[in-house]
């Protein structure tokens, strides 16, 4: 979300569309004790877009604890995550919880979940097994090899959200990434509706690379493995530009490596640029990735 707080000072006018599959951690608690879509991250798109950083604060506050505790712990839980399953309850549906966190957190950025309903990830694996639950997938809670093939959700054709697809029509470009290539950006990108979308539209489509590979999901990837991943779950790549990080010279904690550009990459739609957090080299530098995508939109 690093990108969405970084977006803020160039424009107001942001519709961030968030995945339903996630089941993990305390979010995935709550899902599972109230029967309820899951928090997460709407709450940290709301943390992410408030000007507030007291507010933002408190949103991503976590009671001591274990957040994969028991599901009726308070230990472990995110106040915001709380606050979204009250506001849900006020307002009588998802999104106008959704609204209400918005109104009281001062955010003038638009969210929306992209399916209509909660669904599950499961996942195919190279050697052919296939697991399930996103939580099992973002943490390697399997066997190994950790090698991914394509992600599914079920239902395998969710009802789609009309104010994300009317908010996809109406926006100047859209944007996919960075995150968890296969538990955060494709459980967005496969819903079908948003992918016929992405198929047909002109407009402006540019794809983020992630600084870093994550070891559970995308270890020894190189920049075109990330763009046939979207091919093999979309059919085609339907970004006409993306942006990647050049500069590696910051070590990086926890044996993560960084994504390395490839010669098969297209030079055509490469940008490549350096975006890396300084600071936390495993993230983007706001400011550094606004910036190029201030050039790509001119």
Known sequence: MNLVKGLHHYTSAITII???????????????????????????????????????KLLTYRFPGDRYGKDKDLGGQKVGNLLM?????????????????????????????????????SAKLVDGRVIAGEE????????????????????KEPNV???????????????????????????????????????????KKLFIINIANKPFETKGYVV?????SVV???????????????????ELPYHYTYVQMDQAASDTMIISADVVDNSYPLYHDAQKVVREIKKYLK
């Open 161 to 203: 959200s009309a104010d994300a697809l009317k908010a996809l029509d109406a926006a100047e470009a859209i944007i996919a990434g960075p995150g968890d290539l296969y538990t955060n950006v494709l459980p967005v990108l496969i819903v079908p509706g948003v992918a016929d979308f992405l198929k047909k539209t002109a407009k």
């Open 224 to 228: 075109t493995d990330f763009i046939h």
């Open 85 to 121: 399953v009250a506001a849900e309850q006020v307002a009588g549906s998802f999104q106008g919880g959704i609204d209400l966190l918005r109104d009281l957190f001062q955010v003038k950025s638009r969210i929306y979940p992209a399916t209509t309903e909660a669904v599950t990830l």
């Open 232 to 250: 093999r779950h979309l059919g085609v790549f339907p970004f006409d530009t993306v942006l990647v990080n050049n500069n590696m010279a910051n």
């Open 136 to 155: 099992t997938i973002d943490l390697g809670k399997y066997p190994k090899p950790w090698s991914i093939d394509k992600i599914f959700l079920n239902p």
């Open 18 to 56: 968030v995945s339903m599959a996630d089941d993990g951690g305390s979010a995935g608690r709550l899902r599972r004790l109230y029967e309820v879509m899951p928090p997460g991250d709407v709450v940290s798109s709301v943390a992410s877009s408030t000007s507030n950083p007291a507010f933002s």
